[in-house]
């Protein structure tokens, strides 16, 4: 499996986000919660929202980054056919913390095949 977030793994289409936020089942934890509904695909997708009240856009646009580094990082040990959104809130979280968010919400409903 390739290890960099080529642009199939990104969310990108209005419809496909639609879908998502409407039928997609939630997973919520401090600091994040993860929307996933199966996609069928041989891969698995991510999208990022910040919420309005993190900051301003280059906070917004640092917190993108970061969890997409940490999808692409833990990508091999993730289920593939589902689609994720990341909806993330504000707080003093560093990028430790970030990726320890990051393995408990998706290991709360065995989305981890393997521990690294």
Do not use: W
């Not at 917190?63 to 504000?90: A, H, M, T």
Request: contains cysteine; positive net charge.
């Amino acid at each position: 499996m390739r290890k960099n977030l080529t642009k199939k793994e990104i969310i990108r289409f209005r419809k496909d986000i639609k879908v998502l936020f409407s039928e997609a089942k939630k997973i919520s934890s401090e600091g994040m919660t993860v929307k996933y509904k199966e996609n069928h695909l041989d891969y698995s997708r991510i999208l990022i929202c910040p919420v309005k009240k993190f900051g301003h856009s280059v906070k917004r646009n640092k917190i993108r980054r970061q969890i997409k580094e940490i999808f692409r990082l833990n990508k091999e040990n993730i289920k593939s056919g589902f689609d994720f959104v990341f909806i993330v809130y504000p707080g003093r979280y560093e990028y430790e913390e970030r990726e320890k968010q990051f393995r408990e919400i998706l290991k709360k409903k065995n989305f981890f095949l393997a521990e690294n």
